[in-house]
């Protein structure tokens, strides 16, 4: 099974700044990535598939970036609504398989 | 718009059996691969199964084979999660998930449902 791996696990950022997420994938997915974001108690939406194609409705601030095994979602100046946890996932192998989450904080 | 409904979480014992449903609404069910994934209390997303279009193919989880089985009713738009030889581990919010492909592929998770909760304890 293809490991996902999220960095960092919790990112505290002040309204208005840059977040950089990062995510590893243990063997290439090749643009099999997807970025889903989670609020508290909701279901996760999904944000950003193929690598950098952005979901219906899902602003111009996410962004995202990478290929083979190194991704990366950025959002480019954090809104309150953006404080959440984000996950990535591959969708090129079975099992599909998420990374263990990031959390973005108020800092 | 898509919906997706899912129905059938409760409590059971260890070792015990349940069922799942996801009532399917606003796109053409018979046309989607489905999924169901869940999440642990506080934990991450933990990809189940996976049922083509037309049944023709079933994924799963290592830790769900021979435990789970994912099934679909295209004629009511509804997708089924049985369950058995259920333990504490299994304690999640199950969600129901339509995948983006429309036809015998699989892509990315397009819609989620609000998921169901299922607490395996004595």
């Known amino acids: 099974e293809i490991v996902m791996t999220q960095s960092p696990a919790t990112l505290s950022v002040s309204p208005g700044e840059r977040a950089t997420l990062s995510c590893r994938a243990s063997q290439s997915v090749s643009s099999n990535l997807a970025w889903y974001q989670q609020k508290p108690g909701q279901a996760p939406r999904l944000l950003i598939y193929g690598v950098f194609t952005r979901a219906t409705g899902i602003p111009a601030r996410f962004s995202g970036s990478g290929s083979g095994t190194e991704f990366t979602l950025t959002i480019s100046s954090l809104q309150s609504e953006d404080f959440a946890v984000y996950y990535c996932?591959?969708?090129?192998?079975?099992?599909?398989?998420f990374g263990q989450g990031t959390k973005v904080e108020i800092k | 718009q898509v919906q997706l409904v899912e129905s059938g979480g409760g409590v059971v014992q260890p070792g015990g059996s349940l069922r799942l449903a996801c009532a399917a609404s606003?796109?053409?069910?018979?046309?989607?691969?489905m999924h169901w994934v869940r999440q642990a209390p506080g934990k991450g997303l933990d990809w189940v199964a996976f049922i083509r279009y037309d049944e023709s193919d079933k994924y799963y989880a290592e830790s769900m084979k021979g435990r789970f089985t994912i099934s679909r009713d295209n004629s009511k738009n509804t997708l089924y999660l049985q369950m058995s030889s259920l333990r504490a581990e299994d304690t999640a919010v199950y969600y129901c998930?339509?995948?983006?492909?429309?036809?015998?592929?699989?892509?990315?998770?397009?819609?989620w449902g609000q998921g169901t909760l299922v607490t395996v304890s004595s």
């Open positions: 996932q591959q969708y090129n192998n079975w099992p599909r398989t």
């Open positions: 998930v339509r995948d983006e492909y429309y036809g015998s592929g699989s892509a990315y998770f397009a819609y």
């Open positions: 606003g796109f053409t069910f018979s046309g989607y691969g």
